[in-house]
């Protein structure tokens, strides 16, 4: 058992971590914009060379299936945001959060969200653990940055859990 808070939340994380890294792997460049039915959303060329993805301020009804490259980039926003908070730097726009494309591209990208999670994770003390949390709950509220790191982990273990049911669904095809 980790002897500490921490331990035990980047325990956790790594070990969700490990099992998208299998989807990860396995991931090609035609997976990402793969429409599985007609109801989805996904990322679009804009006039610019960059991507804009599929957005509703109010979730529809029926929600739209995604697409890997919409989960991709969605991990990337909430994730790229979770960070800007817990550094105390303004927070991106979900406008501002671009998305580098299929294939390796997108996975090099999640990778690089990795480390510099890690990379924080290593920086934090009991005591930031206990610090009131920043993002994602609306204030007042009374939830910790260590409410946060577990609520991270949860986020990608889901948002993992869809990219591999996409993966292989395609796959299966």
Known sequence: MPDTRLALLRWQFDLTWSLF???????TAEDFRWEPV??????RPTPDGG???????????????????????????WWG??????RR???????????????????AWL????????????GLT???LDAPAPFPWPEPTDLTVAHTLAWVTAELMKNAAEI????????AR
């Open 89 to 107: 730097r303004p927070p991106r726009g979900r406008t501002e959060v671009g998305w580098p494309g299929d294939g390796a591209p997108a996975v």
């Open 38 to 43: 007609p109801h989805c959303w996904t990322l």
């Open 51 to 77: 991507w804009a993805p599929d957005w509703a301020d109010t979730e529809p009804d029926p929600v739209p299936v995604p697409t890997v490259a919409w989960l991709t980039w969605h991990i990337g926003w």
């Open 126 to 128: 009991d005591a930031d």
């Open 21 to 27: 890294e299998y989807h990860l792997d396995r991931l």
């Open 111 to 122: 990778r690089d969200l990795r480390g510099q999670w890690l990379a924080l994770l290593d």
């Open 164 to 171: 591999g049911q996409l993966r292989l669904v395609r796959a």
């Open 81 to 86: 945001v979770t960070q800007d908070h817990l």
